[in-house]
């Protein structure tokens, strides 16, 4: 039962640089979801999916891209980091039936 | 548009004292309602839910909520905590209408003293 699995868990970037945090879950969700973490913000939402090639942003877009080309897989992509992005990420799958979340571990990020 | 606020930010309490979470909500349509514990380091899991029926939901690890629809809340109680429970909770809201909304609110550390 793996659930959501996320990928790095940790990572350090340079300002500039670019990076791409993996999910993928194993429970057939249609619905995905990436979320961001601050210090008393709660949670942000950045992009979401509601299937398999189909994707839209949430809350806070700006710096990140998406893609699903699968079901399983929906992989976060920064480009050109800035320290306004650290933070810790979460990716997310939904069970449409009962409306109930399941979280990867989260991504901490630090962009110095 | 849907919104969800925590009154508190932070809660001390005493081991084995009792704790209420407060968490309102705001609504044009019908939700359900969601609440997520997260400890240290690692993803939100669900405490428990409320989709229908009975308004006083149970959840995992002795908690409870009640869903007021009158005073659009839901709030979280434990009669008795443990310093396990130590971590932070979230409210969350999501449309019933089987959309992508989920809002969550901004989260109230839980920390149980000895």
């Known amino acids: 039962n793996a659930g959501v699995t996320q990928t790095p868990k940790f990572r350090i970037l340079k300002i500039g640089q670019s990076m791409t945090l993996q999910c993928a879950q194993d429970?057939?969700?249609?619905?995905m979801y990436w979320y961001r973490q601050d210090p008393g913000m709660g949670l942000k939402l950045i992009y979401y999916?509601?299937?398999?090639?189909?994707?839209d942003k949430g809350e806070v877009p700006n710096g990140y891209n998406v893609s699903r080309s699968t079901t399983e897989d929906f992989p976060l992509r920064l480009e050109l980091a800035a320290p306004s992005q650290t933070s810790v990420y979460f990716c997310?799958?939904?069970?449409?039936?009962?409306?109930?979340?399941?979280f990867g571990e989260g991504s901490r990020l630090t962009v110095l | 548009a849907q919104s969800v606020t925590q009154l508190d930010s932070q809660v001390p309490v005493f081991e084995e004292a009792p704790v209420e979470l407060r968490c309102n909500y705001s609504?044009?349509?019908?939700?359900?309602l969601f609440w997520y514990v997260q400890y240290p380091n690692q993803g939100l899991q669900l405490l428990l839910k409320y989709l229908s029926g009975s308004t006083l939901v149970k959840g995992i690890n002795g908690f409870e909520a009640e869903f007021n629809k009158s005073q659009t809340s839901f709030h979280l109680r434990k009669p008795s905590v443990h310093i396990s429970d130590t971590a932070e909770y979230f409210c969350?809201?999501?449309?019933?209408?089987?959309?992508?909304?989920?809002?969550f609110g901004t989260g109230t550390r839980l920390k149980v003293l000895a």
């Open positions: 609504s044009s349509v019908s939700v359900y």
């Open positions: 969350a809201v999501s449309i019933r209408s089987g959309t992508y909304k989920y809002i």
């Open positions: 999916s509601v299937g398999a090639g189909i994707t």
């Open positions: 429970m057939n969700h249609n619905y």
């Open positions: 997310a799958s939904k069970n449409r039936d009962t409306g109930e979340l399941f």
